[in-house]
């Protein structure tokens, strides 16, 4: 065994690119976007899908908006074939969708793919062939000359099987497959060379489809290669450079954005970055990422969890949770810092009342994506005040004072180390009935009161049920709460001093409630707190105070 294993491996070569221009472009309009989850990401299941999942992924993808998809190998056996036919011969390609077929470059797979696609109105043939020195030498046994006549020999036989069939207006596209991993003269040789036999023109342009079969460097080192090639390559109106990153260092993504800069015109990947090893670029987080910056991706993403659903079901395949805007627990947090800022952006956008967004740790409007705001902050041991009161004011409209949030959530947190789970709204509230007495038979309780004046005084007459037994009160003081107080003090001999209270109401319309907290100190500097909700504010903040009694 080797000391140092890393010794195996070589760095991969900077690109000759010293006036590269693409460090200093931004992305301001969506790429063309390819889907080639029925062909790809297909091949890379291990199941791979029969026509009931094919025929409901295709759906979703033109409800999302996908104008070019990839649907198939149709030279790869008769479930593929029949799928794409099929397609073509039901009808259900919309008029504004352009499918798309992958082939070999060898005559027998040409010739099946152009006849799956016979009465296509408009179709796209997608023909490789890998030119790396990797592959010539180890795979092949080539050489340079030898590959790039397999290029040419497919090319001619794209212009004549198309030459057969005028009714259909055949686009085409050619990949030298490894392109990332190639010598660049070497992949613009072979492209131009196609370029000779299919004699493409600004209004019928060819595709050439540049992969990073494996991806082998960092994102820049793969803009560097597109922006060389889109700089070289003749005739450059009269091509479209595509993008195909794949996912082997886990900058896919990083790789589509740059090589955009670069000077790409389209984009291949799947939803959600299903493909052989590590993936294709994820188209979703693609999209996202524009949508973010300001640029309508042209993708619709509104309904994430139906876009989801039908992925998983038809792959089988999970969507991590903490997937980039799609995974479940994205739009959450647990930690307490985190709640609070969260939960104070989106007061701070209620009152802002603008069209921009501005919420602390979330990139994106949750509700854009179809999701809801109750999912944003959930409570385990490791939460906050913030959290906690998020929670309880989006379920039950409750919106504690700043103390009391600090009181309370010491409370959830207790319970939360009993249960050694997260805790869900019912949890919250089940708790939070329990610790300000707003359930069960308490040692003090109202059961009715009225309300006098005399002179500048108020004067409280009524009737509390103390362990049980029912007991006349009465206090006078300079308003309702002071005169409680008196009444609590003369009935009971209860001291307590209120050092803070507030009221709202909970809901708007003939059923709205209110809700009264009271924060309340002994004579020996306890402090107690209250919470009284009722349909009437001033009973709402009696009972508050009788709550804070209680809590003695």
């Known amino acids: 065994m080797l000391a140092d294993p890393s010794v195996k491996y070589r760095p991969f070569p ?17 790429p063309r976007w390819l889907s080639t989850d029925l062909r790809d990401g297909n091949q890379a299941l291990i199941d791979p899908m029969g026509e009931e999942k094919k025929t409901r992924f295709f759906d979703l993808l033109c409800k999302v908006g996908l104008k070019e998809i990839e649907v198939g190998f149709p030279s790869a056996g008769a479930t593929e074939f029949d799928f794409i036919s099929g397609l073509v011969r039901k009808g259900r390609v919309p008029d504004d969708v352009i499918i798309q077929v992958l082939t070999q470059s060898r005559r027998d797979l040409i010739e099946k793919s152009f006849e799956s696609l016979e009465g296509a109105s408009k179709a796209v043939v997608h023909l490789y062939n890998a030119v790396s020195p990797a592959w010539r030498r180890i795979v092949f046994g080539m050489s340079r000359d030898e590959i790039r006549d397999i290029a040419v020999t497919g090319a001619k036989i794209l212009r004549d099987e198309a030459a057969k069939r005028p009714e259909t207006d ?100 799947c939803l959600f970055g ?18 973010t910056q300001g640029i309508d991706p042209k993708l619709d993403f509104s309904d994430i969890d139906e876009v989801i659903n039908t992925v998983t079901y038809c ?22 810092s985190h709640q609070d800022a969260i939960k104070k952006g989106f007061t701070a956008q209620e009152q802002r009342n603008d069209q921009f ?73 089940g708790r939070f009935q329990q610790h300000y007495k707003l359930e069960g ?44 107080l008196a009444a609590l003090h003369d009935g009971f001999g209860l001291s307590l001093d209120i050092v803070d209270y507030s009221e709202h109401a909970i809901g708007q319309g003939g059923g709205v409630q209110a809700a009264a907290y009271v924060e309340a100190k002994t004579d020996d500097g306890r402090v107690v707190y209250g919470v009284g909700i009722d349909t009437d504010v001033a009973t709402a903040s009696v009972r508050a105070l009788l709550g804070a009694a209680n809590a003695l």
């Open 170 to 269: 055949w686009h085409f596209e050619y990949s030298p497959e490894t392109f990332s991993t190639a010598e660049l003269d070497f992949s613009l040789e072979v492209c131009e060379a196609v370029m000779d036999v299919l004699r493409p023109t600004p209004d019928h342009p060819i595709i050439f489809n540049l992969p990073a079969t494996v991806e082998a460097a960092t994102p820049n080192i793969y803009a560097d290669q597109i922006e060389w090639f889109g700089r070289n390559i003749r005739n450059r109106d009269s091509v479209v450079i595509s993008l195909h990153p794949h996912n082997d260092r886990g900058t896919g993504v990083a790789a589509a954005e740059l090589g955009l800069m670069a000077g790409a015109d389209r984009v291949e990947g």
């Open 357 to 429: 967004w501005d919420v602390p740790y979330l990139p994106i409007d949750p509700k854009d994506l179809g999701r809801d705001y109750e999912a944003v902050i959930r409570v385990n041991s490791q939460s906050g005040k913030g959290g906690v009161a998020w929670v309880l004011e989006q379920d039950k409209g409750l919106k504690l004072p700043k103390r009391m949030q600090a009181d309370f959530s010491r409370a959830v947190q207790a319970l939360a180390d009993e249960t050694s789970r997260e805790l869900n709204a019912a949890d919250i509230w």
């Open 14 to 30: 900077q690109v000759d690119l010293p006036d590269r221009q693409w460090p200093s472009r931004t992305i301001t309009a969506p």
């Open 315 to 336: 792959n089988n395949l999970p969507v991590h949770p903490r997937h980039p805007y799609a995974g479940d627990l994205v739009f959450t947090a647990f930690s307490g």
């Open 441 to 484: 038979v308490q040692k003090y309780e109202l059961v009715d009161y009225s309300e006098t004046h005399a002179g500048s005084d108020r004067i409280f007459t009524g009737r509390v049920r103390h362990d049980g037994v029912e007991k006349s009160v009465s206090g006078r003081g300079n308003g309702l709460l002071s005169s409680v």
């Open 274 to 291: 299903n493909g052989e090893r590590t993936g294709n670029v994820d188209l979703v987080t693609l999209g996202l990422n524009l949508y």
